[in-house]
């Protein structure tokens, strides 16, 4: 039983190009997250849902929009792909919103853009 | 800003040596603090996590941290590594009760010689 599973694990695609990534978790969480981690390993937040409500929007570029239709969903669509937004994008909720307990991570997507 | 430091950022060890990692944080306030582990190609697993009470927790795999307070520190040890122990660890920092963002450290490869 996957607890916070992403689709597609693997994208590859071309500049311009607009795309979607896909979390779901079967943990009855609240919060979910998405991080991008670069090519160093840096893992920077973009984005918190928590039950459905945006409470941290990171500074990241308009092309990024985030969608919560339910507190076990968080997608993250993408417009006008770049270069630079190459990585592994990470999904990842918590319990207990604002408690601080530990966050799961899915097993990431890596986003190759060309 | 809340900022989580790592110091070390290669590692490498010959199995059997002991381990510690370095992790600093700058907020001044209560915080709960977390280790994760990152193996190569797969997502970030927690280690261990120090909410409150006694400042040495003890996580998976043999490894355990120190919460010193006073110097903001939560370095990471395990008094004898494995070849499989090879991966990426993360510290990461959240200021508690009614926060939802974490931050993490810049990360530090560790390498174990078989």
């Known amino acids: 039983d996957t607890a916070v599973s992403q689709t597609p694990k693997y994208l590859v695609t071309q500049m311009g190009n607009d795309k979607s990534i896909k979390c779901e978790q079967n943990l009855g969480h609240d919060t979910m997250y998405w991080y991008k981690q670069d090519s160093k390993k840096f893992l920077k937040i973009m984005f918190s849902?928590?039950?459905?409500?945006?409470?941290i929007n990171e500074t990241v570029p308009n092309r990024f929009s985030p969608k919560s239709p339910d507190k076990a969903h968080l997608n993250l669509h993408i417009n006008s792909l770049e270069l630079g937004d190459s990585a592994v994008y990470f999904c990842a909720s918590s319990q207990a919103s604002g408690m601080g307990l530990p966050l799961h991570f899915g097993n990431g997507t890596r986003l190759t853009v060309t | 800003a809340q900022s989580v430091s790592q110091h070390n950022h290669h590692v490498i060890l010959s199995e059997a040596a002991s381990l510690e990692l370095g992790c600093n944080y700058s907020y001044g306030g209560t915080v709960n603090l977390f280790w994760y582990v990152q193996y190569p190609g797969q997502h970030l697993q927690l280690l261990l996590k120090?909410?409150?009470?006694?400042?040495l927790v003890k996580g998976i795999k043999g490894f355990e941290a120190e919460f010193i307070k006073s110097k903001f520190s939560f370095n990471l040890r395990k008094p004898s590594v494995q070849w499989s122990d090879t991966a990426e660890y993360f510290c990461a920092v959240n200021q508690g009760s009614g926060t939802y963002k974490y931050i993490f450290g810049t990360g530090t490869r560790l390498k174990v010689l078989a």
């Open positions: 849902y928590n039950n459905k409500e945006l409470i």
């Open positions: 120090y909410f409150s009470g006694d400042p």
